[in-house]
Each structure stands twice: as C-alpha cells, then as structure tokens.
T-cell receptor, first 113, second 114 residues
Framework: DGGITQSPKYLFRKEGQNVTLSCEQN?????MYWYRQDPGQGLRLIYYSHIVNDFQKGDIAEGYSVSREKKESFPLTVTSAQKNPTAFYLC????????????FGEGSRLTVL | GEDVEQSLFLSVREGDSSVINCTYT??????LYWYKQEPGAGLQLLTYIFSNMDMKQDQRLTVLLNKKDKHLSLRIADTQTGDSAIYFC??????????????FGAGTRLAVHP
C-alpha cells in the first residue's frame, strides 16, 4: 500500500548529539515537508522540498537540516544547535497541483535527556 | 499575519452532534482543510473545501464556510467514541506555487462520553 513511513517512532538523545529522522514515501509525490508538533500548539513548518536536490526553510528551520537526494526520501537531522528539540516530528508529502492536500506519516517522538 | 484559531476542547455525549469551529485570517486562502489526529499518530485528512463553496457534506461530516467572517466549522453527526481525537483546521495561503504550506490551528480535542 502507498504511504509515508517515518522511523524511528521513538528516539532518545543526549544533549549535544545530532540525530537523524527518516521519512520515506511511495506515493510518487514531488513535495515533502517536515513539521514539528508541541503540546497545545499547531504544527510548525521546519523545511519543505518541491524537487530532488532542492529544499527551503520553513518557519522554524534553525537547528535543523535536511537533504533530498531521492524523490522518495527526505531525512531530517536535529542538530545540537536546536535549543529545545524534544517534540513530535511529522513528515508529510503532497502533489504539487491543487488541492495539494498533505499526507502524513505516523510521526517520530524525540526526547532529549 | 497568518493565523488559525480554534477552541482547545470540546466534550459531547455519544450520539449527539459535534461542532468544531475555526477562524482564519488569510481571506485569499484557496482551500481549507480538516485533519484528525488520534493519540500518538500522524494527521489524517478528513475533508477539505474550496474557497468558492459554502458547504460540503461527506457522510457524517458537514463543513460550513463563511468567507465574510473567515469562519470554518466541522459538524460531526451522531458522534461516536471512535471520533474522540484532536481535530485540526488548516488554511492554504493563496500564493500557491506547488508548495502547500498549510497553516494549522492548535487543534480541538474532542472527547466523546457515554
């Protein structure tokens, strides 16, 4: 079945360590996104990509990095520069034509100890 | 600036109708969406409405759009315990360039009790 797979589902990290979250989709979507979700808040956009080897910063890109070497994959690295990395991270993808609704993965919960 | 606001909590009795409300600021939004999130999971698209429509119905779901007041609502008829979840309203800014940078509200937690 087509969908978006995020891994790992749960991740623990010590302060000062970088960690990479995986996102893979087999929906043949061109656009991919990373959102961060904190309790009681809406989703905030970290990075997005329209095409392979191209991506743009979202509203809260500081302390994060991404790559888009393949259409199917859009990994997110949470670096040690991210001041408050404990959160639920959601990857999504969409077609680039309207209505362009987002399809989400199941999320990755990162906890910094 | 762009902002989407929702009330944070709604409690209803099983079998009653639920109405979740949302206000948005970007009057040029072309599409507005409702997503559902169950505990520990990703978001699932429930429905969306194009900005030139006033209403859209899909089985137990009815979406009403008041563009003048920038108000969107989601009505769930015959609410069941399986409807307990967080519901997110989202708008799609008009500068659509192939990226659908949705603006999400904080989510309304719907609790359904017997």
């Amino acid at each position: 079945d087509g969908g978006i797979t995020q891994s790992p589902k749960y991740l623990f990290r010590k302060e000062g360590q970088n960690v990479t979250l995986s996102c893979e989709q087999n929906l043949n979507h061109d656009a991919m996104y990373w959102y961060r979700q904190d309790p009681g808040q809406g989703l905030r956009l970290i990075y997005y990509s329209h095409i392979v080897n191209d991506f743009q910063k979202g509203d809260i890109a500081e302390g994060y990095s991404v790559s888009r070497e393949k259409k199917e994959s859009f990994p997110l690295t949470v670096t040690s520069a991210q001041k408050n990395p404990t959160a639920f991270y959601l990857c999504a993808s969409s077609l680039t034509s309207p209505p362009g609704e987002l399809f989400f993965g199941e999320g990755s919960r990162l906890t910094v100890l | 600036g762009e902002d989407v606001e929702q009330s944070l909590f709604l409690s209803v009795r099983e079998g009653d109708s639920s109405v979740i409300n949302c206000t948005y600021t970007d009057s040029s939004s072309t599409y507005l969406y409702w997503y559902k999130q169950e505990p520990g999971a990703g978001l699932q698209l429930l429905t969306y409405i194009f900005s030139n429509m006033d209403m859209k119905q899909d089985q137990r779901l009815t979406v009403l759009l008041n563009k003048k007041d920038k108000h969107l609502s989601l009505r769930i008829a015959d609410t069941q315990t399986g409807d307990s979840a967080i519901y997110f309203c989202a708008e799609s800014p008009a500068d659509y360039s192939g990226y659908n940078k949705l603006i999400f509200g904080a989510g309304t937690r719907l609790a359904v009790h017997p």
